[in-house]
């Protein structure tokens, strides 16, 4: 089984529209990232969490929102969808302690209408 | 600013023809120094991390070396499966990965 899972791996919806993205991982980790891709641009981040409690902006956090349910999960929400919000979407892990390689799920692929 | 920069944006190369990836980068301090690996439509694989100057590390193909202001990741007689989006990127101080945008590699047969 994969050690970061991301649901669900594609999902159309229209603008305006509540979204949630969902990451789980079995690495262990305390460390817990949202990233963004987008053609041309390359992977951006949008939340990252040290541990439960600790929930901190990226580069990109403006309509987004997270929550870190437990050490094992990390949840995107996208509030109000908007067409430029069309992208990759990456979680990534690592552990505390000089761990520092990330470790990425498969990505989901989100189109706005 | 911390920031990286990949060169060439592709690279074509015939099946055992070797070549090197570039990644130059500008940074306060370097928190490591990392390679990936995507293929399209899934999440970036990881490939090495380097943390200090004149520091090497191999893997089949490839092979990764760091100097102050740059890596290398340099591709001996690579085959068809070696085609991919090569990504270079290095520690932020968020303790997230500040990427480049990548090399998109196509090896011919």
């Known amino acids: 089984d994969a050690d970061v899972t991301q649901t669900p791996r594609n999902r159309i919806t229209k603008t305006g529209k509540r979204i949630m993205l969902e990451c789980s991982q079995t690495?262990?980790?305390?460390?817990m990232y949202w990233y963004r891709q987008d053609p041309g641009l390359g992977l951006r981040l949008i939340y990252y969490?040290?541990?439960?409690?600790?929930?901190n902006k990226g580069e990109i956090s403006d309509g987004y929102s997270v929550s870190r349910q437990a050490q094992a999960k990390f949840s995107l929400s996208l509030e109000s969808a908007i067409p430029n919000q069309t992208a990759l979407y990456f979680c990534?892990?690592?552990?505390?302690?000089?761990?520092?390689?990330?470790?990425f799920g498969p990505g989901t692929r989100l189109t706005v209408l | 600013e911390d920031q990286v920069t990949q060169s060439p944006e592709a690279l074509r190369l015939q099946e055992g023809e070797s070549s090197s990836l570039n990644c130059s980068y500008t940074v306060s301090g370097l928190r490591g120094l990392f390679w990936y690996r995507q293929d399209p439509g899934k999440g970036p694989e990881f490939l090495f991390t380097?943390?200090?100057a004149g520091e090497e590390k191999e893997k089949e193909r490839l092979k990764a070396t760091l100097t102050k202001k740059e890596s290398f990741l340099h591709i001996t007689a690579p085959k068809p499966e070696d085609s991919a989006t090569y990504l270079c990127?290095?520690?932020?101080?968020?303790?997230?990965?500040?990427f480049g945008k990548g090399t998109k590699l196509s090896v011919k047969p």
């Open positions: 690495k262990g980790h305390d460390r």
């Open positions: 990127a290095i520690g932020g101080s968020q303790g997230n990965l500040i």
């Open positions: 990534a892990t690592n552990g505390a302690g000089g761990e520092d390689t990330q470790y």
């Open positions: 380097l943390y200090s």
């Open positions: 969490s040290f541990d439960v409690k600790d929930i």
